[in-house]
């Protein structure tokens, strides 16, 4: 199986290739044409299996096809439970959404200064990649507005639960549209 047969975008296709990607993991190969099609997932594989490509290139696909963002509003967002693991993630969206016009990601997460969270949150935001505790302040001081989002990514939810999160989780979900696709990926799936 290739990336050509997941149904994903040429815009994509070609920043995979360029990223020097070949073929699907099989993590990517089970989730993304699921994801596509516009299924919530609960999927568990483990760290290094390409987990971030699986909820990244839908989501980005899905962004590709629409009218640009002309609104203040975000799109996707995806929580994680460490300022790394955002960094990584935003990362790899750069990557995976080079040939998207006009692509704007944002990263907010604790023990960084707010000052570029701040600017970054006053424009529009496609991607938006946060920690629960640093999301919260913002949502608390009305800097972002989250009831334009089609597509909430839990990346490695299971260490979000374990830190503590769940209410702050539980909050920031309540401020997202109930139509919203939702994608849960984790090292491990425990009850």
Do not use: W
């Amino acid at each position: 199986m290739s990336f050509d047969s997941l149904g994903l975008v040429p815009t994509l296709l070609s920043a995979v290739q360029k990223a020097g990607f070949t073929d699907p993991t099989s993590v990517q190969a089970a989730a993304i044409p699921k994801a596509l099609a516009g299924h919530d997932l609960m999927v568990s594989s483990q760290t290094g299996s390409g987990k971030t490509a699986a909820f990244m290139l839908p989501a980005l696909n899905r962004i590709s096809q629409m009218p640009p963002n002309k609104g203040s509003g975000v799109q996707v967002l995806v929580l994680t439970p460490t300022r790394e693991l955002a960094m990584q993630v935003a990362d790899a969206t750069k990557l995976y959404g080079a040939h998207i016009k006009d692509l704007r990601i944002a990263t907010v997460v604790g023990g960084m200064p707010y000052g570029a969270q701040l600017k970054a949150l006053s424009r529009r935001v496609d991607v938006l990649v946060a920690t629960p505790g640093r999301l919260i302040d913002h949502l608390q001081a009305k800097r972002v507005n989250l009831s334009t989002v089609h597509t909430l990514v839990l990346d490695e939810a299971d260490r979000m639960l374990d830190m503590g999160f769940i209410e702050d989780i539980e909050h920031i979900v309540s401020r997202t549209p109930e139509s919203r696709q939702t994608l849960l990926f984790s090292a491990t799936l425990d009850g």
